[in-house]
């Protein structure tokens, strides 16, 4: 069993740039398949970017040219990395994994069965 714990979610202005972390605790974290997601209140949960354990990457098409996804897996960790933020990435941010196989990462949400509590990420115009 993973346990997930996002950090570094906050208010920020239109435009600048905030790296989200998600630690993974346990010794088998370079088994999974990795990805982040987001829900703004009203909407469904959003994929935002995933990673495969072999480092493939893939990103929501909204995302895509501004954040960056990677993994630490020394450190049990996977980062966010968003730039050019916009006031409509405003959401809960969601760290997920899973443990099924598969070469590349996976969009679906329904794949993911362990999630993190989630991390505010607010942005102002």
């Known amino acids: 069993q993973v346990q997930l714990v996002e950090s570094g979610g906050g208010l920020v202005q239109a435009g600048d740039s905030l790296r989200l972390s998600c630690a993974a605790s346990g010794r088998t974290f370079s088994s999974y398949r990795m990805a982040w997601f987001r829900q703004a209140p009203g909407k469904e949960r959003e994929f935002v970017a995933c990673i495969s354990r072999g480092g493939l990457t893939s990103y929501g098409e909204s995302v895509k040219g501004r954040f960056a996804i990677s993994r630490d897996n020394v450190k049990n960790t996977v980062f966010l990395q968003m730039n050019s933020l916009l006031p409509e990435d405003t959401a809960v941010y969601y760290c997920?994994?899973?443990?099924?196989?598969?070469?590349?990462?996976?969009?679906?949400?329904?794949?993911?069965?362990?999630w993190g509590q989630g991390t505010q990420v607010t942005v102002s115009s």
């Open positions: 997920a994994a899973t443990e099924t196989t598969g070469v590349r990462c996976s969009r679906n949400k329904d794949e993911y069965n362990h």
